[in-house]
């Protein structure tokens, strides 16, 4: 069980807006900490996609985008591409864990 | 080009040891805290161990404290982890990754990972 609780699957046909949600506590999310976002492409490893809530690293799409309110925070993916589809992570920082991250979320664009 | 390439990786006996490096190019070093994260097969991922940009500070998760050592050879640009006891559930790729370390405060997120390098604990 996670401590950032995401749902295990979306799916969005191409030129879609998709929103993947991440769940957190009073203990990381709701304590203020930052929300951050990867993508893991099949058989790759983790890509950073958001930093502190809503930052994009320089040369992600601007397709890509973050938000966070209290206990929760969101990835939105506009104009939904077959190369889109991936795992996706949110991560934070726990007061008692230190860093944590969701379960996980498989994208499928049809 | 910055480059975080992990190595030591193998098939080992539980209750065994093992010893994985992380060798770091083509960034300063010592303006990145350093992390561990791994992956079992087929699973989400999983914060292992943190180090200070500066080595002074080491932080573990609780499936993992007490038979993993983080280490980092800022000299070298190497970033180890000390695994013993080794149990069949530390089977995973095993990631090193930094984190930006910018005016004192460390930023939270892992800004860029290495390709892993697997490890299979089994008899």
């Known amino acids: 069980q996670s401590v950032l609780t995401q749902p295990p699957s979306v799916s969005g046909a191409p030129g879609q807006r998709v929103t993947i949600s991440c769940t957190g506590s009073s203990s990381n999310l709701g304590a203020g900490f930052d929300a951050h976002w990867y993508q893991q492409l099949p058989g790759t490893a983790p890509k950073l996609l958001i930093y502190n809530n809503n930052n994009r690293p320089s040369g992600v799409p601007d397709r890509f985008s973050g938000s966070k309110s209290d206990t929760s925070a969101s990835l939105a993916i506009t104009g939904l591409q077959a190369e889109d589809e991936a795992d996706y992570y949110c991560?934070?920082?726990?007061?008692?864990?230190?860093?944590?991250f969701g379960g996980g979320t498989k994208l499928t664009v049809l | 080009q910055e480059q975080l390439v992990e190595s030591g990786g193998g098939v080992v006996q539980p209750g065994r040891s093992l010893r994985l490096s992380c060798a770091a190019s083509?960034?300063?070093?010592?303006?990145?805290?350093m992390h561990w994260v791994r992956q079992a097969p087929g699973k989400g991922l999983e914060w292992v161990a943190l180090?200070?940009?500066?080595?002074?500070?080491?932080y573990y998760a609780d499936s993992v404290k007490g038979r993993f050592t983080i280490s980092r050879d800022i000299s070298k640009n190497t970033l180890s982890l000390q695994m013993n006891s080794l149990r069949p559930e530390d089977t995973a790729v095993y990631y090193c990754?930094?984190?930006?370390?910018?005016?004192?405060?460390?930023?939270?997120?892992?800004?860029?990972w290495g390709q892993g390098t697997l490890v299979t604990v089994s008899s």
């Open positions: 180090i200070s940009y500066d080595g002074s500070k080491k």
């Open positions: 083509g960034f300063t070093f010592s303006n990145y805290a």
């Open positions: 990754a930094r984190e930006p370390y910018i005016s004192g405060w460390y930023r939270g997120d892992f800004d860029y």
């Open positions: 991560q934070s920082y726990d007061s008692s864990l230190s860093r944590v």
